[in-house]
């Protein structure tokens, strides 16, 4: 217990640090230790017994599998569950005010206090957030992704792990020793979510997201280590793909991972010369399954983001970068790297080519993404985030 709580809280300065400027910190640690040392002499015993079961939940931003059952429970739920979000951000805070969504700030949890001290579970997609809470929960961790970077699972701070398969199960088993009766195979919410977006209507999301309809979009998502550009200058080389998509009509979507280090100075200066780029980090659209909804085209690396957008059945192009880094030093993967499908690019030259070759003639790897989603996440039939919920009352008793 006590080990999970430090871990945790190294966890939450790492994002801190990348989340929140840094200038906050010690207002923050003020106040968090305030709440803390209240938790401990003060909220021994839950102050209401209320009739409704609470649940938080929380994620890095108001996105994911945490996001999609939030959201079914305040539908489904309302009259059995109390659910609010844990906000680890001002960004996040300041959205689900907008959204009149009940929402807690992390770092100032005394105007919920009813609620935090009466917590029955946290659904997580990552951190479990232990030391917030006077009476620990149950955790139900949730993840949030399946991909080919190296993780290590924490099945000590969760009461139960939801997977999306039996094949990530196994997966987990195998490789981590994960303690079967904590497994739960329910499904991927957030897939739920993507294949309504799918359903929908594109102009309306487009609207949505204040971006020009009648072109081909393209999203560009590199995970952290890349920056913004894998080879050579990260810059030049992202102007170049700036400037590919505007010569061929493209409309093209900047999403940088949380954790990347980039001069965002010199990419708005890129930026205002192309009307066809738009950057959409997580504070500007924490839906990135709104985003992969719209692409017709994705462009990522190692990130996990692939195979969500495997649903789709739309063209890839691979980065391929730093493999020794992502596939051997990180550790084992719940998806096996060799599970891509699509165009796999080693340079500028091969990366180029690989867009004409999707402008010319589509999708080569159709069959073959539809056979690895199918292995990885099962069939998605919009129920995941109800077998979650029976996963969380049965934890809960």
């Known amino acids: 217990m006590k080990r999970d709580l430090v871990s945790d809280i190294k966890d939450m300065l790492f994002w801190y640090a990348r989340e929140n400027r840094i200038i906050f910190l010690p207002i923050h640690a003020f106040f968090l230790s305030i709440w803390i040392i209240l938790c401990?002499?003060?909220?021994?015993?839950?102050?209401?017994?209320?009739?409704?079961?609470?649940?938080?939940?929380?994620?890095?931003?108001?996105?994911?599998?945490?996001?999609?059952?939030?959201?079914?429970?305040?539908?489904?739920?309302?009259?059995?569950?109390?659910?609010?979000?844990?906000?680890?951000?001002?960004?996040?805070?300041?959205?689900?005010?907008?959204?009149?969504?009940?929402?807690?700030?992390?770092?100032?949890?005394?105007?919920?206090?009813?609620?935090?001290?009466?917590?029955?579970?946290?659904?997580?997609?990552?951190?479990?957030?232990?030391?917030?809470?006077?009476?620990?929960?149950?955790?139900?961790?949730?993840?949030?992704?399946?991909?080919?970077?190296?993780?290590?699972?924490?099945?000590?701070?969760?009461?139960?792990?939801?997977?999306?398969?039996?094949?990530?199960?196994?997966?987990?088993?195998?490789?981590?020793?994960?303690?079967?009766?904590?497994?739960?195979?329910?499904?991927?919410?957030?897939?739920?979510?993507?294949n309504n977006y799918l359903m929908g209507s594109k102009e309306k999301m487009l609207e949505e997201l204040s971006i020009k309809d009648g072109k081909r979009i393209v999203l560009y998502a590199p995970t952290f280590d890349v920056g913004l550009w894998p080879w050579g200058d990260q810059y030049k080389g992202f102007e170049e793909l700036c400037k590919f998509c505007k010569e061929n009509n493209l409309i093209l979507i900047l999403r940088l991972h949380p954790l990347a280090k980039v001069n965002r100075m010199r990419i708005r200066k890129i930026l205002k010369r192309y009307d066809n780029v738009y950057w959409m980090d997580m504070p500007t659209e924490p839906d990135t399954m709104k985003l992969l909804a719209i692409a017709d085209i994705l462009i990522t690396d190692w990130s996990s983001i692939y195979t969500d957008f495997f649903l789709t059945r739309r063209p890839i192009v691979y980065l391929e970068t730093e493999p020794d880094y992502y596939l051997k030093e990180r550790g084992k993967s719940q998806v096996p790297p060799e599970f891509r499908a699509g165009e796999i690019s080693k340079n500028n030259r091969e990366f180029f080519q690989a867009l004409r070759n999707i402008l010319n003639k589509g999708n080569r790897y159709y069959g073959e993404q539809k056979k690895l989603f199918e292995i990885i996440y099962g069939k998605v039939d919009g129920k995941a985030s109800e077998r979650v919920v029976k996963v969380i009352q049965q934890v809960t008793g």
């Not at 100032?108 to 951190?127: G, Y």
């Not at 949030?144 to 997966?171: L, M, Q």
Request: aromatic share 16%; proline share 6%; glycine share 4%.
């Open 40 to 194: 401990k002499l003060l909220f021994k015993r839950r102050i209401v017994n209320r009739n409704k079961k609470v649940v938080a939940f929380t994620s890095l931003y108001f996105n994911g599998n945490a996001r999609a059952v939030f959201e079914y429970m305040t539908e489904k739920f309302e009259g059995a569950y109390n659910c609010f979000w844990i906000a680890r951000n001002m960004t996040t805070y300041k959205h689900l005010r907008k959204l009149k969504k009940p929402v807690v700030y992390l770092y100032f949890p005394f105007i919920a206090l009813n609620l935090v001290t009466n917590t029955s579970a946290l659904v997580t997609n990552d951190s479990y957030l232990l030391f917030l809470f006077p009476h620990k929960p149950k955790t139900i961790q949730l993840w949030h992704g399946e991909g080919p970077k190296g993780i290590t699972p924490n099945y000590k701070g969760c009461d139960a792990w939801c997977v999306p398969s039996e094949f990530i199960r196994e997966r987990h088993i195998r490789l981590w020793k994960a303690p079967k009766e904590k497994l739960y195979i329910c499904g991927s919410p957030r897939l739920d979510t993507l």
